[in-house]
């Protein structure tokens, strides 16, 4: 398999050409940090963007909802769409208000869904859901059963056309502006976790997994 | 003017309406606090979604960017969009795969963009849009002189058609399920700032300034 996505009319970087990738490792890389995606689709002549939990495996997007979900129930009639995630890692703070930028990592992916009907591929991709929010949970809970299956839609989307794009380092000013008496430079951003809030019905006394106190999104250390 | 937006059929909340909300206050907070958005349009039959920073200021939302962009181009057209902002505050862990659920803030505006060319006006709006950034970073920078304003496109969409869709609370398992011994909870989502980086290129010893010392986003209290 080619390292890179093939670059399509569709999927060019056409402002700042020099920070898109159509790298697969970097595709993905981003794809899985993301906690959240971006669903752009149409409906009736109008564009949605719906938030939802997406999860990788390999070259295929898994997407999940109740069966009664609109996005969902639009997607599976094959109508176009576009799934876009992004991280912000960071303020870029110039002397010029025209040079403010944010750092951040995004990725677009171009396809149409289709859905998923084979009790042990929707196990897997609902397993891969539950392990994309928080890496390992899925061996600690009770799985999808056939009542869960049945009330859930699992779609899958190849990541065929896809492209990321990605702005580091600091401000760029203009070469007049150098000298203005205005502090220039990033404020990186950082996410963190607060304290486990244990249900109000836990009927057992059992101790925060490690799913849980360890969690943290995978990093592949391209943060700046 | 009315305290809530008025519903209509693309703005319903069919899944779980109880999470809906056209409060004009929430639908406002939720804007503010989200640094950038997910603007959805169709080019060619095609739905992309692209990342970007917005502002808002009073019921409008404005968009912005180099004059070339292909987004803004496409927009300008006054072709329907859609603009998602979605803040993740929290995990929400339960005992079965299917009641894994996030605690978010999103908001959906669906509208058209009409270009703001008054010099003045476009001022304005490019200082609400890296106010939102940073608020008060506007007046400790260069502001956008003729050959800026003449380079870059904004876009103002009145904030008409909206609606707001909040998640918070612990999880909702299954009352056969109380009693299996998987831990349950919420994981709470925070976020911070680093240590800023000073610009390579900075030609004076200046002190950080308040706008990125003290940097946060704006909280209503909402969060739980």
Not at 3 to 30: A, M, N
């Amino acid at each position: 398999m080619p390292t890179e996505y093939e670059q399509t009319e569709r999927t060019r970087i056409y402002r700042k050409p020099g920070r898109g990738s159509y790298d697969r490792d970097l595709v993905h890389s981003i794809l899985d940090e993301a906690l959240t995606c971006h669903v752009g689709f149409v409906a009736d002549g109008q564009p949605y963007v719906v938030p939802t939990i997406h999860a990788r495996v390999g070259e295929t997007l898994f997407l999940h909802g109740a069966r009664g979900n609109r996005m969902l129930k639009a997607l599976v009639d094959g109508t176009p769409c576009c799934v876009t995630v992004t991280l912000v890692d960071g303020l870029v703070l110039a002397r010029a208000a025209l040079h403010h930028s944010l750092n951040y990592r995004s990725v677009m992916v171009l396809g149409k869904a289709t859905e998923v009907t084979d009790p042990r591929e929707k196990q897997d991709a609902l397993r891969a859901v539950v392990n994309h929010i928080a890496p390992g949970r899925a061996d600690e809970i009770r799985g999808a059963d056939e009542t869960d299956l049945k009330s859930t839609r699992v779609l899958s989307i190849p990541i065929e056309e896809a492209s990321a794009k990605v702005r580091t380092g600091p401000p760029v000013d203009e070469e007049a502006d150098l000298d203005l008496p205005s502090w220039a430079g990033q404020l990186p951003l950082t996410s963190g976790t607060g304290e486990p809030i244990p249900a109000p019905d836990l009927t057992q006394d059992l101790p925060v997994p490690e799913s849980v106190r360890s969690w943290a999104r995978p990093r592949n250390g391209l943060r700046t």
